[in-house]
């Protein structure tokens, strides 16, 4: 058995699956989760793809003496800090509330980490960072221009991160730029539970193929991309869970702190995604074409040949296998 991992925003839909892939390379997990986004039921659907016991610390990320009661129980080895907020919209309307529960959880958690002694973390940061990127594919050394209030309490935390191993050669940190997480467990046990309507794009198709809601929106047929709809990367989210097992493994033999893209490192547009959603699904997408979503970007997609380089990692699962393990989750329920 290799170390004790906590993962705070476990329950959630990232932090799940990542939950997944640490036991079955041999980890650990400990999950930390206060259920703003998540449910407890999926705990019992995570012990029984671990194979293992799963523990659960019901905490919020903020509260320290929660934390250190976390670090006290358990003999925590490092963290994997996927807790956070992260509805683009609605932060806009509640920066306080963003960067309250980013920044501060993330400056309460490095503050206890550091009382514990315990100095590896694995970020999740956004390449909502980048905002829109002058070239193309986007390479970590691009500008950092969010355009949203979300992207800047990430930019913030990546920020403060950087400094902290800067001041500190103890920290070994690994700052993990996700592109469109996307997809779901190929189990059909896991995915992301929208609350009301969803706002992404895949989990949006999964509601109109399953009846519950009646179109999309194409937000733009006017983009300057080949047919007109906006392009993105969207990557499985298994690959994405493996991209963190492959970060603490790194972490393992590194110090200071590393940025990276995880990235399929291809982009598909809008109509691609349709196209291939119903191909998964055997059923027809009404869709409607609507004005651009404000703060919406035309194109972006990932260069990960440094997460490839350095982690030995790289997206496996294309956009039909995304497409279908979002279907299949969707099929079971599409929640816990
Ligand atoms: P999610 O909402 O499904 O998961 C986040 C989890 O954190 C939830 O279980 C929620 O209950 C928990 N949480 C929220 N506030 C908390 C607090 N104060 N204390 C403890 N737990 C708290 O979101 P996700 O999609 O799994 O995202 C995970 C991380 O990845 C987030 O930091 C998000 O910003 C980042 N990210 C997500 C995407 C995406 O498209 N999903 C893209 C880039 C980055
Ligand atoms: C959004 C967020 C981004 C975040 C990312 C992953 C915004 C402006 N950006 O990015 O900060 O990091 O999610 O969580 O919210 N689309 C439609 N109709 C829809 C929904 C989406 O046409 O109803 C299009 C979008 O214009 C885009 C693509 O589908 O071209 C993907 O959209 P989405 O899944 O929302 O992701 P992003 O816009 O990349």
């Keep these: 058995m290799k170390e004790t991992i906590l ?8 932090g799940s699956h ?6 079955r390379a041999g980890y650990a997990p400990v999950v930390l989760d206060n259920f703003a986004n998540s449910t407890p039921a999926v705990m019992s659907r995570l012990q029984a793809l671990a194979g293992r016991p799963v523990p659960l610390v019901t905490a919020d990320v903020r509260d320290a003496v929660a934390l250190r009661s976390a670090f006290h129980d358990h003999p925590i080895a490092a963290v994997v800090h996927c807790a956070g907020l992260k509805a683009v919209g609605e932060a806009e309307g509640r920066p306080l509330a963003y960067y309250d529960v980013n920044v501060g959880g993330a400056i309460a958690l490095a503050e206890v980490m550091g009382e514990a ?11 909502t960072v980048y905002g829109q990127p002058d070239d193309l594919p986007v390479t970590e050394d691009a500008a950092l221009r969010p355009h949203n209030v979300y992207g800047r309490t990430k930019r913030v935390v990546e ?5 902290l191993a800067h001041a500190n050669a103890n920290w070994r940190i690994a700052i993990l730029r996700y592109f469109n997480p996307a997809g779901a467990h190929s189990s059909g046990m896991l995915g992301e539970a929208s609350r009301g309507r969803p706002n992404n794009l895949v989990p949006l198709l999964c509601k109109i193929a399953a009846g519950e809601l009646a179109e999309v929106a194409i937000y733009g047929g006017d983009w300057p991309t080949p047919d007109g709809t906006g392009i993105r990367d969207y990557l499985h989210v298994q690959d994405l869970a493996e991209g963190h097992v492959a970060a603490l493994s790194y972490l393992a033999a590194a110090t200071g ?3 990276l893209n995880l990235g399929a490192g291809s982009g598909h547009s809008v109509l691609e995604v349709i196209a291939a959603f119903e191909a998964s699904c055997g059923r027809k997408i009404t869709r409607v074409m609507s004005p651009r ?8 997609y990932a260069d990960p040949a440094r997460a490839e380089a350095i982690l030995d990692w790289r997206a496996k699962r294309d956009l039909g296998t995304i497409c279908a393990d979002a279907w299949r989750w969707q099929k079971n329920g599409g929640r816990y």
């Design 257 to 259: 702190a590393i940025t």
């Design 159 to 163: 920020d403060f991160l950087r400094d």
């Design 18 to 23: 990542i939950v997944v892939e640490l036991a």
């Design 7 to 14: 993962v705070t925003g476990g329950a959630g839909y990232i």
């Design 117 to 127: 002694g315990v100095a590896t973390l694995v970020f999740s940061s956004s390449a």
């Design 293 to 300: 979503r404000p703060g919406d970007v035309a194109c972006y």
